[in-house]
Every structure is written in C-alpha cells, then in structure tokens.
C-alpha cells in the first residue's frame, strides 16, 4: 500500500510540474526551423539546395553539388528587372500598361499594331454606314456601336447567333434612351425601368446576311412602324452593320408590345408617347 501511495504521489509531482518552458522550447525551434526552410529557398542562400542536387551529407560537410552560376545568372537578372526604366521615370501614368501605347514605348518596348483601320480613319467608315442607314429610312440617331469581343465568337470562329439578339436588345434600349430629351423629365427612364406602363418583347425574327468576326465593330440602327391604332404596340426594326467589312451583316424585326409593369397586364402606351413615335417615323430619311 506505501509503494503504490508513493507511486501515486510521484505520478502527482510529475503532473504538476509546469509545462510553459517547453511550450516556448517548441517555439522557438518552429521559428527556427521555418527560417531554415525560407533559406532552402533561397537561391542566393547558401543553405539553397536546388532540384536535382544533393546537400550536405553531414553537419560537417560544407560542400555543395550545386552549379555556382545559378547564382550568377539570379542575380544578373534580378539587377536587369531593377534597372529598367519604370514607367513613373518615364512619366507615363502606373495604370497605362505599355500593351496600350500605340507608338513604341520609350523603352524600347511592345506597342498596339494599327489592326483596326476602321476606327483610325477620321470617322470615315462610320459615315458610310450613316449614309447606308438614311438610304434606307434607318434612324442616323441613337445609333449603337460596340466593339465585337474575343469572346464572342464560337467554334465556327464567328460571332455566335446569340450575340446578335444581345446586341438588337441594347439597341433597342439605347434607341428609347435617345428619345428622353423629347418628353418630360424621367418619362423614358421610367418607360426602361419597369415602372408604370413600359414596353416588353413580343417577338423577334432575325435575318443573317454575313458573318461577323473578331475583331470588329458593329453599328445597330433603329426604324419604327406599324404603330398600332390601339395603342398597344408598335414594329421595331434593326440593321447589324460591319464596319470592318463595310457591309450588312444582319436585318431583325419585332414587335414591341405595351404592358403594365405595376399591375402586371396589357397596357396601351399614352398620348405623347404615340406622338412621340409618330414624330420619329416622321424623321427618316431626313
């Protein structure tokens, strides 16, 4: 019985012995050892063990079968990056890459290529299409353009079929917003916000005359008719046109329909803003 109290007693004494200096023992040696793994790392280290090579094969052993001109070549190249021009030095602005410049870069280095002639010639490209659309009783106001993407093309390496509706739907927007300085203030951005009596896409029927491809720019021009006596909907065209290619690329047809976005049913569009569509058909060709 006093050999197991004794026992009992030094298992006590030993449980109770404080653990905080050992705790700081295995931090320090984490420290330590993290610091030693960041010089492993480090090319210009001498504890630096590259793939491939073998360490020392002792505490004793400071020899290495690494190439001493991996150094060498680290440190040229780190001295070349240091002592290139940056651009504050050159006074061009830190959030314009070089890749924009569209002359060679003081350095020495890469610049845009003049690849997009049709954005480089005064305008001229885009008044042959404004031309084209007054010829044919398109709107010349209100016109969309935007840039065709990388992105936009499909295996078939054209713009994919889908990105013409995308494209005739921003139109279709940006043509309405082209109408606010016509009616009172707040009346189209109302119209486009769904609020009160707006207009919604019926249908729409689309004609593909030629492919579109990267890159180019595309114009969207707008034409109204068929306005209905009732009041409750109206024809809207669209012409695609390619100003890379100088040429119609798609014709689109809809019906716009008028609806009641705050109770959710057919609406009839309002006095001004027949007239106001009247008095754009009117405008064509003009």
């Given amino acids: 019985m006093n050999s197991l109290r004794l026992v009992g007693n030094a298992s006590k004494a030993r449980g109770s012995r404080p653990v905080h200096s050992a705790v700081v023992r295995m931090d320090d040696e984490s420290i330590r050892l993290k610091d030693l793994y960041a010089k492993f790392q480090d090319p210009t280290s001498h504890y ?15 020899s290495s079968s690494r190439d001493p001109r991996l150094i060498s070549r680290f440190k040229a190249g780190r001295d070349r990056a240091q002592s290139k021009p940056s651009s504050a030095r050159l006074g061009v602005p830190e959030t314009r890459p070089s890749i924009q410049w569209s002359s060679p870069s003081p350095d020495g280095g890469r610049s845009t290529p003049h690849d997009r002639p049709w954005l480089e010639d005064g305008g001229e490209s885009k008044k042959k299409a404004l031309e084209y659309f007054r010829e044919q009783g398109y709107d010349t106001a209100g016109v969309l353009t935007w840039p065709v993407a990388w992105g936009d093309c499909d295996t078939y390496r054209h713009v994919n079929n889908v990105r013409f509706l995308e494209w005739i739907q921003s139109a279709r927007i940006r043509y309405a917003e082209s109408w606010a300085g016509e009616m009172p203030e707040g009346y189209i951005q109302k119209m486009t916000a769904g609020k009160g009596t707006g207009f919604i896409l019926k249908d729409v029927s689309l004609k593909y005359i030629a492919p579109v491809n990267y890159p180019d720019t595309v114009m969207v021009t707008n034409q109204i008719h ?3 006596p009732d009041r409750s909907s109206y024809g809207h065209k669209h012409l695609i046109w390619s100003l890379r290619d100088a040429r119609v690329a798609a014709i689109a047809d809809s019906t716009i329909v008028m609806y009641d976005y705050d109770n959710l049913k057919k609406g009839k569009m309002s006095d001004e803003f027949r007239e106001l569509l009247e008095g754009v058909v009117d405008s064509y060709g003009k």
């Fill in 48 to 62: 630096h063990i590259p793939p491939g090579t073998n360490g020392p094969e002792h505490e004793e052993d400071h």
């Fill in 226 to 228: 068929s306005i209905k």
